[in-house]
């Protein structure tokens, strides 16, 4: 199946700062791709769609200001999670498809802790 | 919301198939239903996905009633890698979002 790549596999973080994860489609180009989260022993939650070279489309309730996704290309996402807080730490997950496709290709995950 | 329920765990012995069940009564009429695993701290794997027929693949197979309000996910033959959270999904047909369940958490016994 296609490959999808995140980077950093886990980050650590002050309080306060920003941090970037990014998300790449490695053979295939992906003209959506979606941002999860998941906390401990819970189930995937929906973050943001982002489409290449559009605005990403947020989920109720995430902030769009703390939580800046940019689809720049066709291979590319990134999550940036802003001022982060101890509260921000979670499994951070993307998900792509691939051209006009039906099946959805997962990255390996991200573990953000904010300290 | 998500638009499946699952049981929320079940076990099976190893060597057995795993049966893990869904219930997705208002699914639409072009909407997929997609079947992940997610193991332990990784991203979910693709595992297989149909509409209305049955499918097959080298991982598991599809079973989908002929009113698609349910489905049924079968790995033929267990072993202690399948153990796993299942998810079973129905793919917004419009945006393509995939809005996760609670999944079944598969646990397979030696």
């Known amino acids: 199946g296609a490959v999808v790549s995140q980077h950093p596999s886990w980050v650590i973080c002050k309080s306060g700062t920003s941090v970037k994860i990014e998300c790449r489609s490695l053979d295939f180009q992906a003209t959506t791709m979606f941002w999860y989260r998941q906390f401990p022993k819970q189930s995937l939650m929906l973050m943001a769609t982002s489409n290449e070279g559009s605005k990403a489309t947020y989920e109720q309730g995430v902030e769009k200001d703390k939580f800046l996704i940019n689809h720049a290309s066709l291979t590319l996402s990134t999550l940036t999670v802003t001022s982060a807080h101890p509260e921000d730490s979670s499994f951070y997950i993307c998900?792509?498809?691939?051209?006009?496709?039906?099946?959805?290709?997962f990255g390996e995950g991200s573990w953000l802790t904010v300290v | 919301d998500a638009k499946t329920t699952q049981p929320p765990s079940m076990d099976c012995a190893e060597g057995r198939a795993a049966n893990l069940p869904c219930n997705h009564s208002?699914?639409?009429?072009?909407?997929?239903v997609y079947w992940y695993r997610q193991i332990h701290s990784q991203g979910p794997q693709y595992i297989i996905h149909?509409?209305?027929n049955n499918e097959t693949n080298e991982m598991a197979s599809l079973i989908i009633t002929e009113d698609r309000k349910s489905s049924t996910l079968i790995l033929p033959h267990a072993t202690l890698r399948d153990t796993a959270v299942y998810y079973c999904?129905?793919?917004?047909?419009?945006?393509?979002?995939?809005?996760f369940g609670t999944g079944t958490r598969l646990k397979v016994l030696a």
């Open positions: 998900s792509a498809r691939e051209g006009a496709g039906n099946t959805i290709y």
């Open positions: 999904i129905v793919r917004d047909s419009g945006t393509y979002k995939y809005i």
């Open positions: 149909g509409l209305k």
């Open positions: 208002t699914i639409s009429g072009n909407e997929y």
